[in-house]
């Protein structure tokens, strides 16, 4: 904790976040997870502090960040521009939250056109082919039904999320006693296209927590934190939970800080080193990262 508050106090400071596991809870339905309670509000008080920034790296797309954080009215400290996460406080300050989508690969234009990569028409042509491929595979073979989107009741059901360069498996409304399947389910879809990539070059395969992803751009988040690095001053402090972040904390410094939620990751962690470089801190959960966030924010407002 005193390395955190360290960092709070440093003239500039860069805070980059992960979305579901970090700012929100996991639930089957991805459209359905909303950020917890407070955490809007910290992301926006943290932009809007004095040379500090707040940027979501996420391996959603930028569209729905923008969607998950523009419907959470209540929480917000001020309302957002038509366009893009800007804003503008009742006392006049400007303040921006940047998105990094698709695990590093889909950068914020309002963080320089410079750094945006678009996609290649394979990758486009891919996207479009797997969700409708995936789908039909995974009907024929398995005796689950598989669906885009999930009703708030479905159990035991495929969902597949539609994503630019690729799709995502999910299998988190499978229960206790169908695990083994959920876990089989994501290794046919990754031996499928192991073994049959439907675009030259290439294929990444994520897991994260209950899902698999399939994408023709390269997942690592911690290009999204080294290009936050070029783009601004200051240490980094970053938050995450999942093995998709782990490229993250390993992109850390000896004056940034790294806060973990829950205990996925830990023994990874550990195995890779990076438990002891002192500089990482464990928390419960999305609302115990949340309430660090807000007291960062009144930190870095008072300066």
């Given at each position: 904790m005193q390395r955190l508050m360290q960092s709070a106090q440093a003239g500039s400071l860069n805070v980059v976040s992960d979305y579901d596991g970090t700012q929100s809870v996991f639930v089957p339905e991805p459209s359905q997870a909303w950020p917890v309670q407070g955490a809007?509000?910290?992301?926006?008080?943290?932009?809007?502090?004095?040379?500090?920034?707040?940027?979501?790296?996420?391996?959603?797309?930028?569209?729905?960040?923008?969607?998950?954080?523009?419907?959470?009215?209540?929480?917000?400290?001020?309302?957002?521009?038509?366009?893009?996460?800007?804003?503008?406080?009742?006392?006049?300050?400007?303040?921006?939250?940047?998105?990094?989508?698709?695990?590093g690969a889909d950068v914020d234009p309002l963080l320089g056109e410079s750094y945006a990569e678009p996609l290649t028409p394979d990758q486009e042509a891919f996207g479009v082919k797997i969700q409708a491929e995936i789908f039909e595979k995974l009907a024929a073979t398995f005796g689950y039904p598989v669906k885009f989107s999930l009703d708030e009741d479905d159990v035991n059901v495929i969902r597949i999320e539609c994503k630019p360069t690729g799709a995502s498996v999910h299998t988190r409304s499978f229960d206790a006693a169908h695990r083994a399947d959920a876990v089989a389910i994501r290794s046919f879809a990754r031996d499928f296209y192991a073994d049959n990539p439907p675009v030259q070059g290439l294929l990444y395969f994520v897991p994260g927590s209950e899902v698999l992803e399939i994408t023709t751009k390269s997942p690592d988040k911690g290009r999204g934190i080294e290009l936050i690095r070029e783009r601004f001053e200051g240490p980094i402090v970053f938050l995450g939970d999942d093995f998709t972040d782990l490229y993250g904390f390993a992109a850390l410094r000896r004056d940034d800080f790294g806060i973990v939620i829950g205990d996925k990751i830990r023994s990874t962690l550990a195995e890779e080193g990076l438990l002891a470089s002192g500089n990482l801190l464990f928390v419960a959960n999305p609302d115990a990262a949340v309430a660090l966030l807000t007291d960062l924010a009144t930190l870095r407002l008072a300066q």
């Open positions: 809007v509000r910290a992301a926006q008080n943290l932009a809007a502090a004095p040379n500090t920034t707040f940027t979501n790296l996420t391996g959603r797309s930028r569209a729905e960040i923008e969607r998950f954080y523009r419907d959470a009215r209540n929480e917000l400290a001020a309302p957002f521009d038509d366009s893009g996460l800007g804003f503008t406080t009742r006392r006049g300050e400007r303040g921006v939250i940047y998105v990094i989508g698709q695990h």
